[in-house]
């Protein structure tokens, strides 16, 4: 049964007739009768456009930490706007965003950027600027954005096609790219110490960056083994190469100190975007005052017409005053658990093999194993269309998470109890619909 009523289907159609398969990102193609048109939200709902209402864990990828349209935020950016959105000079709304972001992080200095990828795009080309090395090492299923350099081996890989785990192929995710970049990168299984530090030791003096997303937002949330951070932060700096944390998703979500405070790793650059403005596009690159200052004028290459604006950067002051004054990560923390919970509970009375992976704020399951994978590699192993099945069955009866478990459930502030034992009930009901 397609997702789309009937006013959702017609504006489908439209679409599809002048923008290519009818969306603005590939990653909001589901196919012509699944794919979504939204027209509203507010706090933990959104509504399509045959006035459905949904209960959402996707939270447009990630970003809405508070809940959608909140109401001080939208009152914030609103008030700001008035004065002008852009000026091509700085504004103390900037000054004020960056000494948050290092305050809250416990980074030294701090550039904006307008999304994740221009974050993470940026950061590769200051760790090279810094180093004089022109390659970098990234991790199988992790997705660092847009950028040429980074489509490969992402989670839209196939896991079969990767190689050895001691010899892995990177896979570019998309044509296109030139075939010659794949010479830069390096790509990894996660959590495997023995394979990094022989990297490593083989390729240091090429090696400029090493970026990791500490636990893996677009495989469910996988996290790392114990030490295995630690492993990575020592080499990394016995050999100079520079570690960069892709706190994306992870930052203002985690903690206030993002995946850096919680593991207690300190990286040398880490970037940030998604809650970092709850839905209100701005990023951050945050790092070593060393590194950063490398970003001369006239000599490494950083800016863009919209980096700072007020839109953004009055969103961002008001999201990062709200975390820094009231508990509300750890309220978002306490409740993830609580669904967390729930849903393991229901799975294991279902009799479903499983696993909870991630963390409270932003987590996963994997179906048909009950030992948790630590790589992409062995998630790939799960039961993925009975994943799907049992997200379909959810998103016909109003609660909306990916129907790809590789994304992981969102959770934002405006998910309260009730909406908890709501989401519960509706799970119960989806995991039978989906086992007949
Ligand atoms: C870990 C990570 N890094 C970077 C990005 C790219 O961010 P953006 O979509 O804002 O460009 C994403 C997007 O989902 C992400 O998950």
Not at 417 to 431: H, N, P, R, Y
Request: with cysteine; hydrophobic share 40%.
């Amino acid at each position: 049964m397609s997702l789309q009523g009937s006013k959702t289907k017609a504006l489908y159609q439209q679409a599809a007739k002048i923008m290519p398969y009818g969306v603005s990102s590939n990653f909001r193609y589901w196919g012509p009768d699944d794919t979504m048109v939204m027209t509203r939200a507010q706090g933990p709902y959104m509504w399509d456009a045959d006035d459905k209402r949904y209960i959402d864990y996707r939270l447009g990828f990630g970003p809405v930490i508070l809940g959608h349209a909140h109401p001080e935020i939208n009152r914030r950016v609103a008030e700001a706007i008035q004065g002008g959105t852009i000026f091509a000079w700085m504004t103390p709304l900037e000054i004020e965003v960056c000494e948050r972001v290092a305050r809250m992080t416990g980074m030294e200095m701090v550039r904006l950027t307008n999304t994740g990828t221009e974050a993470t795009m940026h950061s590769l080309r200051l760790a090279r600027a810094h180093t004089g090395r022109e390659k970098f090492i990234k991790y199988e299923g992790a997705y660092h954005g847009m950028s040429d350099y980074y489509l490969y081996s992402t989670a839209s890989s196939r896991a079969t096609a990767m190689g050895s785990r001691r010899n892995p192929i990177p896979q570019q995710n998309s044509s296109g790219i030139p075939k010659g970049l794949s010479q830069y990168v390096y790509t990894l299984p996660f959590n495997d110490e023995e394979l990094l530090e022989d990297l490593i030791e083989r390729t240091w003096q090429d090696v400029a960056a090493l970026i990791i997303e500490p636990t893996m937002g677009n495989i469910a949330g996988i996290g790392p083994v114990p030490g295995y951070l630690e492993k990575v932060r020592e080499l990394t700096a016995k050999y100079g190469i520079v570690l960069i944390f892709d706190e994306v998703k992870t930052g203002f979500r985690l903690a206030n100190g993002g995946a850096q405070e919680v593991f207690g790793i300190r990286a040398d650059l880490a970037t940030y975007a998604k809650s970092l403005g709850n839905g209100f596009p701005v990023a951050a690159i945050a790092g070593k005052r060393e590194i950063m200052m490398t970003m001369e004028p006239g000599a490494v290459s950083h800016g863009g017409t919209y980096v700072g604006n007020v839109v953004g950067t009055a969103a961002a002051v008001a999201v990062l005053e709200m975390l820094e004054t009231k508990p509300i990560l750890e309220e978002v923390k306490a409740r993830g658990q609580q669904l967390m919970e729930g849903i393991d509970e229901i799975l294991t009375e279902a009799d479903i093999p499983h696993c909870m992976t991630g963390l409270p704020a932003m987590f996963g399951y994997i179906l048909g194993t009950e030992v948790p994978p630590r790589d992409f590699r062995e998630y790939a192993k799960g039961n993925a269309p009975l994943y799907e099945a049992i997200a379909v069955e959810l998103i016909h009866r109003g609660v909306m998470p990916d129907a790809d478990g590789r994304e992981p459930w969102f959770m934002c502030h405006a998910h309260d109890e009730s909406i908890i034992g709501e989401t519960l009930d509706v799970f119960k009901d989806a995991v039978h619909a989906a086992k007949k």
